[in-house]
């Protein structure tokens, strides 16, 4: 892997929730290349695994952890084995998150004739189901409250630590079709304004990267057709893209490093970071 800056996390443990996927894995391998020991954390601990090989293939040290952000006896267990087998908890990326289909509307604009059911394929904005709205701000909301509450106890009682979380340039400005993920994603940047704050008196910083479109295993067949091309969809971010083109994970690891490292980045806490070729800066005009 390219590394755009090196930073000296030597001695340190960074714990990667979501770790076995696209995105937290390539940032798992980032902070691994600085020097960090790694614990890969993932609700399926054979893909955390496969990514905890691949940093020791390399030279790093890494161990792959179950764990399911939404239960605390879990993430009790999981602090509990990092803590024996690597040390406590020095970073702390909140990665693990995600969309749901019964959060999301068919269209992006309700039209009157939606209501008379004669379409009912359609789903509206009132037939959306609280329980695909309450899985998805459970996943992206508490999914980063719970292990903050798990992994930054040993943190404060050293007197330093850093928490990055992953909002989403939806929490910016909301998608289309997702209303449950762009609220709760905003719920993760306000929540990472407010920790900062809570956190600023015991040594610890709280952080986040917004990323703006990637392509993911989440979102692949939103984005693109059995045969590589765009759909029309992937064609309107794209067009609200100044810079024209989808970000690949390692456009993350530069921010991602320099907020790790408290020598790059000691004085910076509360901010929410876009990485988004320029996304939130576009009017669309």
Known sequence: MNIPIKVDLKDKVALVTGGGGVLCSTMAEALAACG????????????????????RKAGGVAISVACNVLEKESLAAANEKVKQELGSVDILLNGAGGNHTKGTT???????EDLTGAAKEVVTFYDLDPKGIEFV?????????????????????????TVINISSMNAFRPLTKI???????????????????HFSKVG??????????????????????PDGSFTPRANTILGHTPMGKFGVPEDLVGALLWLASDDASGFVTGVVIPIDGGFAAFSGV
């Open 36 to 55: 960090a020991r790694i614990a890969v954390a993932d609700l399926k601990q054979e893909a955390a695994e496969i990514v905890a090989a691949k940093i």
């Open 106 to 112: 068919s269209l992006e604009y309700l039209r009157k």
């Open 137 to 161: 701000f459970n996943l992206n909301f508490l999914g980063t409250l719970l292990p903050t509450q798990a992994f930054t106890r040993e943190m404060v009682g050293k007197g330093r630590g």
């Open 179 to 197: 209303p449950a993920y762009s609220g709760a994603k905003a719920a993760v940047s306000n929540f990472t304004q407010w920790l900062a704050v």
């Open 204 to 225: 610890v910083r709280v952080n986040a990267l917004a990323p703006g479109f990637f392509v993911t295993d989440q979102n692949r067949s939103l984005l693109t057709k």
